[in-house]
Each structure stands twice: as C-alpha cells, then as structure tokens.
C-alpha cells in the first residue's frame, strides 16, 4: 500500500499547490488544515484540478489528540509542514499568536510525529532568516542573521530546533526550504494565493488594484542604491517551488539530519520592473505612487540557487512573464478569491 503524506496547512496557498504536485507524481496525501487563512473551497478545486479524492481534516496541529489520531489511522511516512501564521505587520502586533501558533505549535507537530515514529519533514522556511544580506547572491553557507520582525524569528526559532532536533537522535531526516518570494499560481487558474483581508505582499496588493479594489500601489521607497531605487526581489514561481518540496521528499528518504536548501530563481526584479511586466503582459494599467521606506525591507536580495540544483536535482523552469500570466489568470478567473465559484468563461486573453 503507498504510505500517505500528511501536508499541514495544505489548504493555503503554497500548501495547495504543493498538494497539487505530490498527487501528480503518486503520493497519497492528507490534508490538515484549521482553515484560519483559507478555506474548504480549495480542497473542492484541489479534487477537481487532480481528478482525485483529497483527504481532508479540519484541526490545528497543536491538538496532540488530533495528531495521534492521525498518525494512527493513516499510514504516513513524511510531513509536508506549512502550517503557519505569516503576516509581518500582525506578528509586530500579536507576537504571542505567532511563536504560539508557529513555534510551539511545530514542536507539537514534531512530538507527536516522535511518538509515532514519523521522522521525515520538510520545513517552509524563508529567506527571512538570512536577516540583512552580507553577500548577494545568497548561498546557504552565509549563515543566518537577524531578522528584523517576529514573523522572521519564529522562523529561525524553528529551524534552530529542528537543527537541535536532528542532532539529538539520528532517524530525523528534516529538509529546511528558504524560500524567496513565491508569486503566480497554478496554470489551471484554479488554486492560487486568496489572502484575507488586506494584503500586505507586492503581487496580491498589485492584482488588488489591477481589479479595481484597490485605487492605487504604493512603491515602498525609490531612493534604495538599486538601478531605479526600488526594492529588489527574487520571485519564484509557486509551482516551481512545489515540486522543489516534491525533489526535497525524495532525496529525504535516503538521508539523515539536517538539510537548508534555497529555493528562488536566481534572478532579481525590482518593483518597477514588475509593476511594467504586468501592464506590458496585460495591457492594465497600474497607477502607483512613491511612499517612504518600509520598515524592515532590504535594498536587494536574491538567491543563488545552487545547492537545491546540485542536491535536489532541482531548478525554477518559470519566468517573470509565466509568473505574472498565471497570477492574472488566477486574478481575474476569481475576483473575490475562493469565495465565488470557478467561472471558466471569466478567463481572460493575455499577450
Ligand atoms: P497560507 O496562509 O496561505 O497557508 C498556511 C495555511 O496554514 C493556511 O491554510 C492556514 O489556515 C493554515 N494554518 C495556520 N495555522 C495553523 C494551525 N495551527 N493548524 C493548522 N493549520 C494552520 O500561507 P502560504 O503563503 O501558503 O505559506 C505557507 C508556509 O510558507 C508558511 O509557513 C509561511 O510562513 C511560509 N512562507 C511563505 C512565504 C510567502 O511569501 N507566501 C514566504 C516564505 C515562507
Ligand atoms: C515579506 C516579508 C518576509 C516574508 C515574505 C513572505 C517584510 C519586511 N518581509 O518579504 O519576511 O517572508 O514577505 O510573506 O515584510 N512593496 C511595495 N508595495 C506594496 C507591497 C510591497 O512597494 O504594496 C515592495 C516592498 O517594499 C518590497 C517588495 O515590494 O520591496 C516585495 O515585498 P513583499 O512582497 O512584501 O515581500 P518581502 O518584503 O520581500
């Protein structure tokens, strides 16, 4: 019988197409997900997208009880774990519910998958902890640094325990995924990023005014020593990041310890040369105006990807343009997120 892969928080954004790419490459999985920032609308999709059942629990991985049930009744050899809060500006308001949610509630996960001996994890981390870069491209071997909010240092936090937890007994085999900045959304246009309330992050505040809910962007900052003084980031394609999750499973299975793989294209974009890809893609366009810095933010950053090519057998197959096509698509197939249904005719030409 195949073993099953219990994916935590696989109903949100990166989680549902990371569910996407394990059914297509033969895994059994099993969602858990409490639903606090998505909603049961993804699973249906998820079924219709891979023409398969999607086991599905509602629960938060910090009931031990849930836990153990699980991993009784199901025969599961690896945790996929997404499950997290991730807002920046919320966790500078509400650090409690993040190291609650985020830190304890992983080492919930990570001692129940002890009691019932379930040792292979992959982690989403983020490029986050590499706090202000001292070299760019970043590689792996730069060590971490201090990140500047409580989001950031949950992340650490969890991968300074998972690294403690490897070296504490040798059957853990535990792959920390950083990721850069994953954007865009599975070619269907049937599962992407539905964030709750108001966004935060470049792309979905972007897509929010290409849709005319919100009346303009703002441009954090045009006075950073950048070729056209804003931010820079290394955005990755959500998909392409899925089946990084995918080569990390398999290459954790004929290991031990503690693995940190970078995963992002390499490549960096500003935000102005993002804001003219979308209109030049989409023929929209988006009024924008320059506000002060944002707290926090780093001048540039981006990946050397290397490593995950070198050991996971693993690289981005999509562009900036495939990026933006499939965010848009996902955008305007549905407006109002997972709320309304999937609307085929709603798909919309791009260049
Ligand atoms: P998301 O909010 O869309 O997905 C997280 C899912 O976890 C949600 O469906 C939520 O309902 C669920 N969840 C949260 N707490 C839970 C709990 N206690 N029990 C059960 N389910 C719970 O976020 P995402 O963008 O898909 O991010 C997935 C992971 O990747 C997170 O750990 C996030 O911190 C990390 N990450 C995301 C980004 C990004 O830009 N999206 C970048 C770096 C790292
Ligand atoms: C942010 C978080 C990071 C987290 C990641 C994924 C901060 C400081 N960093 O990364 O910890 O892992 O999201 O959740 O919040 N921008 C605008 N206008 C906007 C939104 C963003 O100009 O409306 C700019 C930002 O200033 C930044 C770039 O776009 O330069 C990318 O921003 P964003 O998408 O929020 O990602 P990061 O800041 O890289």
Request: with cysteine; charged share 20%.
């Amino acid at each position: 019988m195949r073993k099953t892969t219990l994916i935590t928080g696989g109903a949100g954004y990166i989680g549902s197409h990371t569910a996407v790419a394990l059914i297509n490459a033969g895994h059994n999985v099993l969602v858990l997900d409490n639903l606090c920032n998505s909603s049961r609308e993804c699973i249906s999709r998820l079924e219709q997208l891979t023409l398969t059942r999607v086991e599905f629990i509602k629960g938060d991985i910090r009931d031990a009880n849930l836990l153990d049930d699980i991993f009784r009744r199901y025969d599961i050899d690896a945790v996929v774990h997404f499950a997290s809060l991730k807002s920046v500006a919320e966790s500078v308001r509400k650090p409690l519910d993040y190291y609650a949610n985020n830190v304890a509630g992983t080492l919930d996960l990570c001692q129940a998958m002890a009691r019932n001996n379930v040792f292979q994890l992959v982690f989403s981390s983020s490029a986050t902890v590499y706090g202000e870069p001292t070299r760019i491209p970043i590689a792996e071997d730069v060590g971490t640094g201090k990140p500047v909010n409580p989001y950031g240092r949950t992340k650490l936090m969890i991968e300074e325990l998972l690294t403690d937890l490897c070296h504490s007994d040798p059957r853990w085999s535990i792959g920390l995924l950083r990721y850069f900045n994953p954007i865009g959304a599975h070619e269907s246009g049937m599962i992407g990023e539905d964030p709750r309330g108001r966004p935060n992050n470049l792309l979905p505040c972007l897509m929010q005014v290409a849709i005319g809910r919100m009346p303009e962007l703002t441009v954090y900052g045009n006075d950073y020593p950048t070729a056209d003084g804003t931010c820079v980031r290394d955005y990755i394609h959500v998909v392409d990041l899925a089946i990084g999750h995918l080569k990390a499973l398999q290459v954790l299975q004929h290991n031990s310890g503690i693995n940190f793989w970078n995963l992002g294209t390499g490549t960096g974009y500003s935000v102005l040369q993002i804001i003219q890809s979308f209109e030049d893609i989409t023929g929209i366009t988006i009024p924008y105006r320059f506000a002060p810095r944002r707290e926090g933010d780093i001048a540039q950053c981006w990946a050397d990807p290397g490593k995950a090519g070198r050991e996971l057998n693993w690289t981005a197959q999509r562009d900036l343009h495939q990026m933006i096509v499939d965010a848009w698509r996902w955008q305007s197939c549905n407006p109002q997120g997972y709320q309304a249904s999937f609307e085929i005719s709603a798909l919309i030409a791009v260049k």
